[in-house]
């Protein structure tokens, strides 16, 4: 079945450390990537996403990776903070049609954890 | 802050009452989702609204009843519903016609069922 999975379950790193979170994938048919942050008590926010067509892309001391020819997507923080701790989910999304958007599936988190 | 606001913050019920869950947004998107999410797990996709009609479904329980009266607002009415039920159920919006994937989300709405 379509789905979107994660390599490594917890990380942890020390302050100012740059961290990469990765992410497998098996649905070729995804439009776009996306990388998402979960604080504890809060509902996810966006960080950033990367079209299907894109290799990589860069934002705000972070950078998303995407290697069609394994299905591997990562994210690299760069210059981790105690205030980049929290569960870090990808999600992939397809167009249901025309130019409205459908379903988007998430895979299954990394805990990223900062020490000061 | 989030610009999806959902209704209450927590929720407890028994198994025999009926209760809804409420989601409100204002920035004009057209599709409006639900998700729930289990503790120490990924959001699982439950209903999409596109243009206030339901799209997508994703086979969940008719204990679970989906309305979305207009563009802003957005319902889950719950009845009848077990304690496995219990989780975190979060709102979210989308322009149907964005150059992106992104999915605006609510704090969500904690549900614990006895």
């Known amino acids: 079945g379509e789905s979107v999975g994660l390599h490594l379950p917890t990380l942890s790193v020390q302050e100012g450390d740059n961290s990469i979170i990765n992410c497998a994938y098996s649905?070729?048919?995804?439009?776009?990537f996306i990388w998402y942050k979960q604080e504890s008590g809060k509902g996810p926010q966006f960080i950033i996403d990367?079209?299907?067509?894109?290799d990589k892309r860069q934002g705000q001391r972070v950078t998303v990776l995407l290697n069609k020819t394994v299905k591997h997507l990562s994210l690299q923080i760069a210059a981790t903070q105690p205030g980049d701790s929290a569960v870090y989910f990808c999600?992939?999304?397809?167009?249901?049609?025309?130019?409205?958007?459908?379903?988007?599936?998430f895979g299954q988190g990394t805990i990223l954890t900062v020490h000061p | 802050d989030t610009e999806v606001t959902q209704t209450p913050k927590h929720l407890v019920m028994g198994m025999t009452n009926k209760k809804s869950l409420k989601c409100e947004q204002h920035m004009g998107h057209r599709a409006m989702y639900w998700y729930k999410q289990k503790a120490k797990k990924p959001p699982e996709l439950m209903f999409v609204y596109s243009y206030e009609k339901l799209s997508i479904n994703e086979s969940v329980p008719s204990r679970f009843s989906p309305e979305c009266p207009n563009s802003s607002l957005l319902n889950l009415h719950l009845h009848a519903l077990q304690p496995e039920d219990s989780a975190l159920y979060l709102c979210?919006?989308?322009?149907?016609?964005?150059?992106?994937?992104?999915?605006?989300f609510g704090e969500g709405s904690r549900l614990t069922v006895l």
């Open positions: 649905n070729s048919a995804s439009d776009y």
């Open positions: 990367i079209r299907s067509n894109m």
């Open positions: 979210a919006s989308r322009n149907p016609g964005s150059n992106t994937g992104e999915l605006f």
């Open positions: 999600a992939e999304t397809r167009r249901a049609g025309g130019t409205s958007y459908g379903k988007l599936t």
